[in-house]
């Protein structure tokens, strides 16, 4: 669960669904009320990797739900050694629209994560969205101020992760020239 004092990114969509079956699929209005259900989850269900893995492959054609609905678990990578949120990192890779919030500050909680493997995954992804011209640099920036303001990401991991991306590939030093602005 959650230790005093500690917070958890959610987003909100004020066209979503609630007491619905699929609820746990789509947008939701009230994210924050299942949020502590969440990040309890995975510490005693062992097939948490997998039920990941499913919410990704049944929401290829909305990565930001995908991503809003992951924050939890992404979170809770930035201080387990199990990097469990790959595969939701890998959707987002995939993606071939542009990444909105979501999306973005997903990826800087990967950067951050404490498992190299999602750090990877999350440099990865950014790669594969900027050579399709999908990486939004704004956005991302921003979701990367947002969170080291409050103080939930480890910046050093942050930066060392978007200095490779920088350095892997030209299609990357546009937007991340942006999410520098």
């Not at 958890?8 to 699929?25: I, P």
């Not at 640099?137 to 050093?156: H, N, S």
Request: with cysteine; charged share 20%.
């Amino acid at each position: 669960g959650l230790a005093p004092g500690e917070r958890v990114v959610v987003f909100l969509d004020e066209h979503g669904v609630e007491g619905d079956a699929a609820a746990g699929l789509l947008a939701r209005q009230t994210p924050e009320r299942t949020v502590i259900a969440e990040t309890e989850y995975g510490e005693y269900v062992p097939q948490f990797e997998q039920t990941l893995a499913l919410g990704a492959a049944l929401l290829p054609h909305d990565h930001d739900v995908l991503a809003a609905q992951a924050h939890p678990y992404l979170q809770r990578d930035l201080g387990k050694d199990r990097a469990c949120s790959v595969p939701v990192i890998d959707a987002i890779a995939a993606a071939r629209s542009v990444n909105g919030p979501p999306s973005s500050s997903a990826l800087v909680l990967a950067l951050a994560a404490k498992d190299a493997r999602g750090r990877t995954a999350a440099q990865d992804a950014i790669l594969d969205l900027a050579r399709y011209g999908v990486l939004d640099g704004e956005d991302l920036g921003r979701q990367a101020a947002l969170l080291l303001q409050e103080d939930l990401v480890v910046g050093q991991r942050v930066s060392s992760g978007l200095t490779d991306c920088a350095r892997a590939t030209d299609a990357a030093l546009l937007p991340l020239l942006s999410a520098l602005e």
